[in-house]
């Protein structure tokens, strides 16, 4: 099965309602690169009139979290993954529309195979930066993920 971006928000939208629902959406998906935008608005602000912080952690998450789950579904292999640590970073208000890019597909690939390889959890940490309509950044995020093949 392919992994497009049509499946993902689909997905989004019965697994990961709050997600939906704050106006999270994947952009652009490939096996290196994943854009995911949000707009603040009403039901994503914090009290300060900017995006919550919580909204944007959705969203970074989700353009390291596609590439893994684009990549996992490419090897046919039964592969768990996990969210083990994340770091975020604000360096701007977060207002408008904000495009969460991760270009880290290529990390994934030595992960898998390892653990296809040998049967071992294997981690990564894969970088989404948050830039605003101005081209600044506004937030930046690091999550460690890991993947392991499911036992049979």
Same mark, same amino acid.
């Given at each position: ?12 939208? @019965? ?12 952009k652009?998906?490939?096996s %290196? ?11 994503? %602000? ?6 919550? @912080? ?5 969203a ?26 994340h %770091?975020?970073? @604000? ?30 959890g ?7 930066i ?12 690091e ?10």
């Amino acid at each position: 099965m392919q992994v497009t971006v049509k499946k993902m928000n689909t997905f989004l939208m @019965f697994k990961l309602p709050s997600a939906f629902i704050c106006g999270v959406k994947l952009k652009e998906l490939d096996s %290196q690169k994943a854009v995911v935008s949000v707009k603040h608005k009403w039901i994503n %602000q914090n009290p300060f009139n900017s995006m919550y @912080f919580a909204v944007q952690s959705m969203a970074a998450e989700l353009s390291t979290g596609a590439i893994v789950i684009k990549k996992i579904k490419e090897s046919n292999k039964k592969i768990s993954m996990l969210v083990t640590n994340h %770091q975020g970073a @604000f360096t701007k208000k977060a207002v408008g529309l904000i495009k969460f890019t991760c270009t880290d597909g290529f990390l994934i690939d030595e992960a898998l195979k390892k653990t296809i390889e040998t049967g071992e959890g294997q981690t990564i940490i894969m970088k989404s930066i948050g830039i605003n309509e101005q081209g600044e950044q506004v937030s930046k995020y690091e999550f460690e993920w890991s993947v392991k093949l499911k036992s049979q």
